[in-house]
């Protein structure tokens, strides 16, 4: 890596379900506007922005930046699926640390419509042809949404290597629900048990409803600058990018007929790997973690790939609640994609949003004692994985 890229302003809106939520670039400008006062800086210092969205014309980028200021700014809109919002985190650290702007804008988006996530596989959630040949062989095939289909198949695989409890994957959403409940950005405040999450409809084995991240709208920003612009606008010791790095699509990800990898396992394993080697540091430095949580079998398949625990003892980790407050990490303090939302754009900035929150200390009733290395993984199937590490100044 050149230069070091600091995160000096994180902003986002609440969550909201589709419906009842401001208008896209409302909620864009919002979220930056948080984010600029958040970093003390004006948007006339802002050189780039790179903006993420998934549902939307070729320019909304500019349409909601324009309500920030017209300032003449390159804007660069990106599209990379679930994964939207760290890619355009990852081209803004890019042009920071390749000495291309001192100050820019990362921005993502999301207004949804209902049902958005059950849309049928081939058209809305991924059209390679690959996918349809795997999940062709997967029992239950076409009974379900495309997305619920793919990682509620990648469960069952790993159910049937390791005779994982169903009780196992409930578990991770009500952890989430636990942890969301103390996040007033969050989508979903209230618990929920085990037990209900298991009497919810059933979607796709081990899938129950609660199972599943709901469609939801809003908006994260973050400000990135060099240490030369931070030290001239007198911000002392910010939050850093310490690593980052983008894989997507192995040939093992459809050659081995395994919806584990299909959905993004090798993926997250070796852009884990790339993270660690640029860090110095392994997953043993973390204390807490934001990841990818659209069905809990990811965040449970995630566990292993990232290296929070050994493969096959997932089940384990969870059950002795290490995956939680006074565990070996805290995954997903703001309740995750289960609980929070996922607004597909946004997802990927308000989780970089939280862990900023988590490293600075104010995290309030959510705080993570004593956090000064956190993790992100965003997961975009189609395929790209981006991770980020960042440490406390």
Sequence with gaps: MGRRVNVIGVGMTKFQKPGASDEYNVMAANATRVALEDAKVKFEDVQQAYVGYVYGDSTCGQRAVYDVGLTGIPVFNVNNNCSTGSSALMLAR????????????????????????????????????????????VQGFNSAPGAAQMFGGAGREYRWKYGTKRETFAKISSKARKHASKNPYALFNTLLTVEEVLASDDVFDPLTRFQCCPPTCGAAAAILCSDDFAKKMGISNPVYIAAQAMTTDYASSFADDSMIKMVGYDMAKECAKKVYEQAGLGPKDVQVVELHDCFTANELLTYEAIGLCNEGEAEKFITEDQNTYGGKYVTNPSGGLLSKGHPLGATGLAQCTELVWQLRGTAGDRQVPNAKVALQHNLGLGGACVMTMYRAS
Aim: hydrophobic residues 45%.
């Design 94 to 137: 890019q042009a920071i640390e390749g000495g291309l702007a001192e100050c820019v804008l990362a921005l993502g988006f999301e207004k949804m419509e209902k049902g958005a996530l059950g849309a049928k596989f081939n058209d809305r959630v991924n059209p390679l042809e690959k996918f349809v040949n795997v999940m062709s062989k």
